[in-house]
């Protein structure tokens, strides 16, 4: 019985932690593609709507792919309130080892896009985001997500 409530006062306190851990995200939203790519000419949009003009938030781009992503890096395009944006981030080292996080086919590279934005005034902002792979349908890739934290 001792180890028992051992057991559920670990497993509380574990998922308050776990709960905690999200209580500075104000949006996070993913976009799933279609299994058979990510064509050249598709955008993601994303809507956050933000309350608190008085905070400073860091954006986050989140991107979920298969073992069969067949390079190192990507490149994305980008349209945010702030103006147009390129950007490359690696999803594998030099020795072709997956950056990120999961596990079995499937891995998830968080990318830190910005840092210390302040958004002027309340309501829905924008951000579309284009594959800048040089494919015209770019394979390998599940998900892209946006997530907007409190600094």
Known sequence: MHNHLKYCLL??????????????????EYRSLPFC??????SLVFTPDITDTLSVYNVLLHVRHTQNYPYQNMWLFLDTPAGRDTIEFYLADQRGRWLGNGFGNIKEMPVLYATSVRF??????????????????????????LTIEKQ
């Open 11 to 28: 497993l509380l306190l574990t998922a308050t932690l776990l709960a905690s851990c999200d209580h500075n995200v104000v949006y996070s």
């Open 37 to 42: 790519g990510w064509d050249a000419d598709s």
């Open 120 to 145: 002027p005034h309340t309501g829905e902002y924008q951000y579309v985001i284009r594959q800048g792979m040089r494919e015209e349908c770019l394979h390998g890739v599940q998900d892209v997500g």
